[in-house]
């Protein structure tokens, strides 16, 4: 069983659409991260969130993304209104204290239409 | 210019090859991380290292903090070792430690 699961695999979405992706790790970290991943190109990271707030963020990382963690397990990461350009990859990952290796999730791929 | 650089971008080998993939980094760094990501997208963690070097079963990974260098080894090369070998560092300072990531390296090994 995955350390990290995310949820869905795979979704499609009109552009302007609200979507949530989910992270649900087995076990409690610290640490809770979301990395992006375009088509091609390399990882980017967008937001972290420590304490139940969010610790950093990109410049990709704009007013139409937001974090939660709704219920102390479940990490969300919701796109208000999505972009043709928000089409990528998304990587959940967690980290324990100190310099603690990541785990990460194993994506979800979303495609704007 | 990157942060992070990784050479080469491509690679193609044949099984039994011993293999090398270097990755540079222009910034201080608490710590280095080898990652191997799969077709399916999927992304695992092969190795994190702030200095020396580790093993893990036929994958090497070496670091040497002064010259801003780390170098993943893959001995007898098997085409299940076909992926995208990324380097992504630690940045120091702060409680974040988000990773800075390099292009990735891709490996197609072949019978």
């Known amino acids: 069983e995955p350390e990290v699961t995310q949820t869905p695999s795979h979704q499609v979405t009109q552009m302007g659409q609200e979507v949530i992706l989910r992270c649900v790790p087995i076990?409690?970290?610290?640490?809770f991260y979301w990395y992006r991943q375009i088509l091609g190109q390399k990882v980017e990271f967008l937001v972290s969130?420590?304490?139940?707030?969010?610790?950093?963020k990109s410049e990709i990382f704009d007013d139409q993304f937001s974090v939660e963690r709704p219920d102390g397990s479940n990490f969300t990461l919701k796109i208000r209104s999505t972009k043709l350009e928000d089409s990528a990859m998304y990587f959940c990952?967690?980290?324990?204290?100190?310099?603690?290796?990541?785990?990460f999730g194993s994506g979800t791929r979303l495609t704007v239409v | 210019k990157n942060e992070v650089e990784q050479s080469p971008q491509n690679l193609t080998a044949q099984e039994g090859e011993f293999i090398t993939i270097n990755c540079s980094y222009s910034?201080?760094?608490?710590?280095l991380h080898w990652l191997q990501q799969h077709p399916g997208g999927g992304i695992v963690s092969l190795f994190m290292?702030?200095?020396g070097k580790k093993k893990h079963g036929r994958l090497i990974a070496t670091i040497n903090i002064q010259e801003k260098h780390s170098s993943l080894h893959i001995t007898a090369s098997h085409p299940r070792d076909s992926a995208v070998y990324i380097c992504?560092?630690?940045?120091?300072?702060?409680?974040?430690?988000?990773?800075?990531f390099g292009t990735g390296t891709l490996l197609a090994v072949q019978p």
């Open positions: 990952a967690i980290r324990g204290g100190g310099l603690g290796s990541y785990t």
């Open positions: 076990s409690n970290h610290l640490y």
């Open positions: 969130f420590y304490n139940n707030e969010i610790s950093e």
């Open positions: 910034v201080g760094i608490s710590a």
């Open positions: 290292l702030s200095s």
């Open positions: 992504a560092v630690f940045r120091p300072g702060g409680a974040t430690n988000k990773l800075i």
